[in-house]
């Protein structure tokens, strides 16, 4: 069967997208702000972006593109290797990349009192509000042990992550294991579990992380890189430093659905880690860092549901490999810069057999 050309297919999708804006037009405007977002997301989601997706699924022949699921894990695949680096570059350089680690144990113990709550009280309560509301109380937690209470912040890290995995196996267990198999999801991560509502929870994380580190990105970059300087120049640096440590646990919660708590941690240190081997400044360090994560993140879903293996791990393995690659790259890249300043043959003063040599005007003897 012949594939269809290209200008039909571009003015199918014109006129499918203008229908649909002039049939849900009406309803739209009878709805609440908040209402109206979902809507257009969903619209988005469905008409615009599965739209694009779907035809490329035909095009190329690739089957996956267009299941929707799948499409879902690439456009939140998308998202988490642009906030993750874009916060994570912020962290690496204040030599905090634990705290990322951290706040995703802290959100598993957040995502089980959700589930606890529901289990024993019948509710109907949210695990990813919960483990939002309990990553960014911890967040805010750790920069006050951290600023106020004098405590190292490796230990305070180490004190806080301890304490939040052990909260989560008592809740687990406290239910008989009756949670268990609801938390693993968000242990683990899913491609198959990845719900619209995830995808625009990332999607509007993303929205919201992007225009905060950009508007933000001076006071931050001054904090990050020397904070007496910037307490000298009245920066409100606590301000700032809270900041990035609530905007680090929005991007945690976000992402565990697609990595998992146990991996999550690694697309804000990996792909930094690797680009600061390369970049000769910071905002190179972001771009380099958000595409390497973006190669890590496709390829790893990609091999995720090819050979039925998980998302997260599969993720986390290519960023190690892309920063292996690198690191290798840097060193025989040095190592054959420096062998080229040896000189191929050097002489010695005292040889005599050179008859080039001749007195200084001294005594010859």
């Known amino acids: 069967m012949p594939l269809p050309r290209p200008t039909a297919l571009i003015n199918m999708f014109s006129l499918m997208t203008t229908n649909m804006i002039i049939d849900s037009g009406s309803q739209l405007a009878l709805q609440s702000p908040t209402e109206w977002l979902w809507r257009f997301f969903e619209w988005f989601l469905i008409d615009v972006y599965g739209t694009v997706m779907s035809l490329l699924s035909e095009v190329l022949g690739v089957r996956m593109l267009g299941y929707p699921y799948m499409q879902r894990a690439y456009l939140a695949a998308v998202c988490i290797g642009v906030i993750g680096p874009l916060v994570g570059t912020f962290l690496v350089h204040r030599q905090l ?4 680690d951290t706040l995703a144990h802290t959100a598993f113990a957040g995502v089980a009192v959700g589930l606890f709550l529901n289990a024993t009280l019948s509710l109907s309560l949210s695990p990813l509000l919960t483990a939002i509301v309990v990553a960014v109380g911890t967040a805010l937690l750790v920069e006050l042990l951290i600023e106020y209470a004098g405590a190292y912040s490796d230990t305070s890290l180490a004190i806080v992550l301890t304490g939040g995995f052990a ?32 995808v625009g929870l990332l999607v509007g994380m993303s929205l919201l992380v992007g225009t905060l580190v950009t508007l933000a990105y001076r006071p931050l970059l001054y904090v990050t890189v020397d904070a007496t300087a910037a307490r000298a120049a009245r920066i409100n640096v606590p301000l700032y430093k809270r900041l990035m440590v609530v905007l680090t646990a929005l991007v945690v919660v976000s992402a565990m659905q697609i990595m998992g708590v146990i991996l999550v941690a690694a697309m804000l240190v990996v792909p930094v880690a690797a680009a600061a081997l390369v970049a000769t400044s910071f905002k190179q360090s972001i771009l380099l860092a958000i595409l390497a994560a973006e190669f890590a993140t496709i390829t790893g879903v990609t091999a995720a549901y090819t050979y039925g293996i998980a998302a997260g791990g599969s993720i986390v393995l290519v960023a190690i490999g892309v920063y292996a690659t690198v690191l290798v790259t840097t060193k025989l890249t040095t190592t054959t810069s420096i062998v080229g300043l040896i000189p191929t043959q050097i002489r010695r003063p005292t040889d005599r057999s050179d008859k080039s040599i001749k007195a200084d005007g001294g005594d010859e003897k």
Do not use: R
């Open 167 to 198: 909260l989560g196996s008592v809740l687990i267990t406290a239910t008989d294991g009756g949670i268990a198999v609801g938390i693993d999801a968000y242990l683990f991560g899913s491609l198959s579990t990845v719900s619209k509502t995830n």
């Open 97 to 100: 990349s634990m705290l990322a």
